[in-house]
């Protein structure tokens, strides 16, 4: 049914995992509801699983973050999950388990309209048509939890107990969770992980770690790793993560902010390019800056999907809830970040800070990418640049100044979607569809409650 190297490909792998002591191999897939998904197999049927692929039902499209199912999912079908051996790793917090993500197909072989990792390749490959190379990093924010029966804890599941007193970016928190901060970085590098910083952030108990760029689909591949691994080593220390937009209502939230460059030729278009466009960008990096900012209203549904994100885009809380760009600038949804001078070309990137952990990353990777490349051909040229936090304009000067406010719910940013051509072409119907079925059924099933039920119910999901 599949390419038959893949056969003798996999005999290969599979004996070397079990030289390294590796016997099982999870295979995951991420839902419409962000959650992943897995099928796990012994080592042995590694062979089998890349050529027929491992049974999955069509219903996981429909699945949402609280494990109902949403309209249109139906019990009847099946499809299968091809692990792409080219992306396999060890996984270094979970002794004797290997790890692949998984592409979905149709029981002919064809690919699967609904696969999110299919929709974020064939994103990938179109901007490889234009000539152009994407890439892209996923920062990971998240609160340690001590859990309900620590010392601290009252026995209320729902009620968050930081693991650590020290302040925002302080030592004092790095010293506290020394022990898990060295665990989970030797996990990482067991995982392939290439990580490149790592600090305490604002909230409490938050930390936030950063790792090299990828492709779309290579930096999507390692956030679903960032995220499993944190949570395993967590489990061994009886902590908890919680990497959910709002850990509490009412506090700073928890980001997964993309980075970003785009390349052609060589050339980094994101890299300050003094005397061309009037943003002093190369004019297609502009063009690509000013395609997400054009969607951005629509791509709130597909990068911060769900109810608690909404709790997170708030005002001065460097979530960046205002449709504008700027340089350095914390607070606008698109950040440019220039680099130094003396740091060369190749650190210049934009980075969309509205994004949070309960998006399916490669839905993001994917819609990110269709945006950018639907600005460069229609060359799109960005608004003048908003160089103060724009909470601190009146609405006649933010207007003026370009800011304007974000989707603040849901089911607003879902009318966005619904309406957005350029989503709904490149996602394809089947995709489209499935994905606002799922999230719509979210919407609703938060509609009548609180911001407090809302974070309780959605802190351990992703
Ligand atoms: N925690 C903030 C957020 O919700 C981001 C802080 C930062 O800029 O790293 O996105
Ligand atoms: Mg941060």
């Known amino acids: 049914m599949r390419d038959p190297v893949a056969d003798d490909t996999a005999l290969e792998i599979s004996e070397a995992l079990r030289r390294n002591d590796i016997h099982a191999v999870a295979v995951t897939m991420v839902d ?25 039902p069509p219903v996981f499209d429909f699945f949402g973050s609280d494990d109902s199912i949403a309209p249109g999912g139906s019990p009847v079908g099946d499809l299968r999950m091809i692990p792409d051996l080219a992306s396999l790793r060890s996984l270094g917090a979970m002794p004797g388990w290997a790890w692949a993500p998984a592409d979905r197909v149709s029981l002919d072989g064809s690919p699967h309209l609904g696969c999110q990792r299919g929709f974020a390749r064939h994103q990938q490959d179109q901007a490889a048509g234009m000539g152009l190379k994407v890439e892209m990093a996923f920062e990971t924010e998240w609160v340690l939890d001590a859990g309900p029966h620590s010392i601290e804890g009252d026995g209320n599941p729902s009620r968050l107990v930081p693991v650590t007193t020290g302040l925002a970016y302080g030592m004092g928190r790095l010293v506290d969770v020394a022990g898990f901060s060295t665990e989970l970085l030797v996990a990482l590098a067991g995982s392939g992980v290439e990580v490149a910083q790592l600090h305490p952030e604002y909230a409490p108990s938050q930390m936030e770690l950063s790792v090299t760029h990828k492709d779309p689909v290579g930096a999507a591949d390692t956030a679903v790793v960032v995220r499993q691994t944190l949570r395993a080593v967590a489990s061994k220390h009886g902590w908890r993560v919680s990497l959910s937009p709002a ?215 992703w």
């Open 247 to 461: 850990a509490s209502a009412g506090g700073v939230g928890n980001g997964a902010h993309l980075h970003m460059s785009v390349w052609r030729d060589g050339h980094n278009l994101l890299a300050p390019a003094a005397g061309v466009g009037s943003a002093g960008l190369d004019p297609l990096g502009e063009a690509w800056m000013a395609g997400i900012l054009a969607a951005l209203p629509a791509l709130m549904a597909v990068v911060a999907p769900s109810a608690a994100s909404y709790l997170r885009l708030q005002p001065q809380r460097w979530a960046a809830p205002w449709r504008c760009w700027g340089r350095e600038n914390r607070e606008a949804a698109l950040r440019l970040v220039g680099g130094a001078a003396w740091a060369g070309m190749g650190v210049a990137n934009a980075e969309l800070k509205v994004v949070d952990a309960s998006a399916n990353p490669y839905l993001v990777a994917g819609a990110v990418v269709a945006a950018g490349l639907d600005g460069m051909q229609r060359s799109l040229t960005l608004p003048p640049e908003v160089k103060i936090d724009p909470a601190l304009l009146d609405e006649p000067a933010r207007h003026a100044a370009g800011a304007v406010r974000l989707p603040q719910s849901l089911t607003e940013a879902l009318d966005e979607f619904d309406r957005s051509e350029v989503l709904h072409h490149a996602m394809g119907n089947q995709l489209a569809e499935a994905f606002s079925a799922v999230r719509r059924a979210e919407a609703d099933r938060f509609a009548a409650c609180s911001e407090d039920e809302i974070a309780n119910a959605s802190r351990w999901v």
């Open 32 to 56: 419409n509801s962000g959650v992943a998904r897995v099928k796990a197999i012994p080592v042995d049927r590694l062979a089998q699983a890349a050529t027929i692929g491992i049974g999955a």
